[in-house]
């Protein structure tokens, strides 16, 4: 079945501590996506990638980083610098354009996240 | 930063009856969609209307869009306990495939 795997599903993590969330899809998705969910609340935008070997910052990239060395793969590393990483973190991709789906869309398919903890 | 405002934030019924959540936004958009979201799980894409629609219905779903007042409805009618879980709105304005979502609203179906 093609879709989105994200791993580990919990992570606990001590301070000072960096960490790798990873994400894989086999969609043969152009797009990737990174974000954050805190309690009750929406989901802001970490990261995200058009193309491999490329990438931008989102609303709240600082503390973060990621690559996108291949087309299925788009880990998030959250580092020491990010002062509050207790959260639910969840990784989308997206339809290519320009194979099927609604012209101009961004219909996202997401993961079924990672929690993590900061001990 | 957060682009949609949804209210209310909670929101409690009984299976039979129809439930109604809103969006608004802040600014012009290309398209937008609704998610659903069960507890600590992934999203899921639920319906998508265009900046160039007023209404569209997908099974038990009915979505409406007032560009004007720059506001969205979703509605889901003879609600189940199966529906019980978050709902996001989320707006597309064209930039590098970002979405921006809303904070939710949290659903209750009681059997």
């Known amino acids: 079945d093609g879709g989105i795997t994200q791993s580990p599903k919990y992570l606990f993590r001590k301070e000072g501590q960096n960490v790798t969330l990873s994400c894989e899809q086999n969609l043969n998705h152009d797009a990737m996506y990174w974000y954050r969910q805190d309690p009750g609340q929406g989901l802001r935008l970490i990261y995200y990638?058009?193309?491999?070997?490329?990438?931008q910052k989102g609303d709240i990239a600082e503390g973060y980083s990621v690559s996108r060395e291949k087309k299925e793969s788009f880990p998030l590393t959250v580092t020491s610098a990010q002062k509050n990483p207790t959260a639910f973190y969840l990784c989308?991709?997206?339809?290519?354009?320009?194979?099927?789906?609604?012209?101009?869309?961004?219909?996202?398919?997401f993961g079924a996240g990672s929690r993590l903890t900061v001990l | 930063s957060q682009q949609g405002e949804e209210d209310p934030q909670a929101l409690s019924i009984q299976e039979g009856e129809n439930a109604t959540m809103n969006c608004s936004y802040k600014?012009?958009?290309?398209?937008l969609q609704w998610y659903r979201q069960n507890s600590g799980r992934g999203l899921v894409h639920l319906i998508l209307i265009r900046s160039n629609e007023r209404e569209k219905h997908s099974g038990r779903l009915r979505v409406t869009l007032d560009t004007s007042k720059k506001s969205s409805s979703l509605l889901i009618t003879a609600s189940r306990a199966a529906d019980t879980a978050s709902y996001f709105c989320?707006?597309?304005?064209?930039?590098?495939?970002?979405?921006?979502f809303g904070q939710g609203t949290e659903l209750s179906v009681k059997p």
């Open positions: 600014t012009s958009i290309n398209n």
């Open positions: 990638s058009q193309i491999v070997n490329d990438f």
């Open positions: 989308a991709s997206r339809a290519n354009r320009d194979r099927g789906g609604p012209s101009g869309a961004n219909v996202l398919t």
């Open positions: 989320a707006t597309d304005r064209g930039e590098g495939g970002k979405l921006i």
